[in-house]
């Protein structure tokens, strides 16, 4: 499978603990995104990298969440201390450049906390 | 700021029916504008965009939309429901001048289709 992969797909977590989802875009795609959904509601722009660099964070994302891209490939999005609020399906997407603006999303990694 | 509204939470409409799905959206120039689905268990899959030219583009599986600068509108549409269609629909603006093709989300329209 040559799509977007991300991991784990599910992860319950109890507050206060760290949790780190790993997502495997598209090969030869240089952009790569994440969101967040929560349920009821579209998803939720979080940052996004161009290569190695994150070019572009929301305001959604605090100061527990880090994202980062070391190699331009793989990425990984961190949350310390968890809190009940993150709880909600955290999805990846990549592309390539950003002028057809087709994002290929991965089938998210939900995250439940206790 | 940019928005998208999708002012329809959840439709049912019979198999073989016709289906519109509407979107309003809320930016100062032309955006992109695009039509995501999402079935259960499955990443959020494009079903058509539109960038300029021709109002009416075509998309996979058999939708189209049509985008109304007049009303700020970007309807989805299908002349016939199979029952595969139901999931949830999702429209989405990026900014043309936002090389990071970042989407802004409707909250959604979840679609069920009837026997």
């Known amino acids: 499978d040559t799509g977007v992969s991300q991991n784990p797909r599910h992860k319950i977590t109890k507050r206060g603990q760290n949790v780190t989802f790993r997502c495997d875009p598209i090969?030869?795609?240089?952009?790569l995104y994440w969101y967040r959904q929560t349920l009821g509601q579209g998803p939720e722009f979080l940052t996004y990298f161009q290569n190695e660099a994150q070019l572009e964070k929301s305001r959604l994302l605090s100061d527990r969440f880090s994202a980062e891209r070391p190699k331009g490939s793989f990425s990984t999005l961190e949350i310390q201390r968890t809190e009940q609020g993150d709880s909600a399906m955290y999805l990846c997407?990549?592309?390539?450049?950003?002028?057809?603006?087709?994002?290929?999303f991965g089938e998210g990694s939900r995250l439940t906390v206790l | 700021a940019q928005s998208v509204t999708q002012p329809d939470i959840h439709i049912t409409v019979s198999e073989g029916a016709s289906l519109e799905l509407r979107c309003n959206y809320s930016y100062g120039a032309t955006p992109y504008l695009f039509w995501y689905v999402q079935s259960p268990g499955q990443g959020l899959q494009l079903l058509l965009k539109?960038?300029?030219?021709?109002?009416l583009v075509q998309g996979i599986k058999g939708f189209e939309a049509e985008f109304k600068r007049s009303q700020s509108s970007f309807n989805l549409r299908k002349p016939s429901v199979h029952w595969s269609d139901a999931a949830e629909y999702f429209c989405a603006v990026a900014s043309v001048y936002n090389q990071g093709g970042k989407l802004i989300f409707g909250q959604g329209t979840e679609l069920s289709v009837k026997p």
């Open positions: 090969s030869e795609h240089n952009r």
């Open positions: 997407a990549s592309s390539l450049g950003a002028s057809t603006g087709e994002l290929f």
């Open positions: 539109y960038f300029s030219g021709d109002t």
